[in-house]
């Protein structure tokens, strides 16, 4: 069984930055992709980032340049970085990770989520 753990979230300022851990654990072979996506209420769930075992990323284009994404293979854990937070950023964020023997057979597993609100 594979558990996606994510912390970090909570309320800052218009302006201001926080960082985003995702941890997998268990019973784990393989870590491929690993990524973080966000839902407001009221809209669709839409990509942030995702990066590879190698470190190739992949955005979404509502937080290029503001936001980092970074993963620790060793502790199988990803980062997101986010600076200069706007209000309109304010969601819920959750983490996958695709796991499994091979690449090609790599399911997803999704976090719980956890709420970032930006607002003065």
């Known amino acids: 069984q594979v558990q996606v753990v994510e912390s970090g979230g909570g309320l800052v300022q218009p302006g201001g930055s926080l960082r985003l851990s995702c941890a997998a654990s268990?019973?784990?072979?393989?870590?491929?992709?690993m990524g973080w996506y966000r839902q407001a209420p009221g809209k669709q769930r839409e990509l942030v980032a995702t990066?590879?075992?190698?470190?190739?990323?992949n955005w979404g284009d509502s937080v290029k340049g503001r936001f980092t994404i970074s993963r620790d293979n060793a502790k199988n854990t990803v980062y997101l970085q986010m600076n200069n937070l706007k209000p309109e950023d304010t969601a819920v964020y959750y983490c996958?990770?695709?796991?499994?023997?091979?690449?090609?057979?790599?399911?997803?597993?999704w976090g719980q989520g956890t709420q970032v609100t930006v607002s003065s």
């Open positions: 990066i590879s075992r190698g470190g190739m990323t």
């Open positions: 996958n990770a695709y796991h499994g023997l091979t690449s090609l057979r790599a399911q997803a597993y």
């Open positions: 268990g019973r784990l072979y393989n870590i491929y992709d």
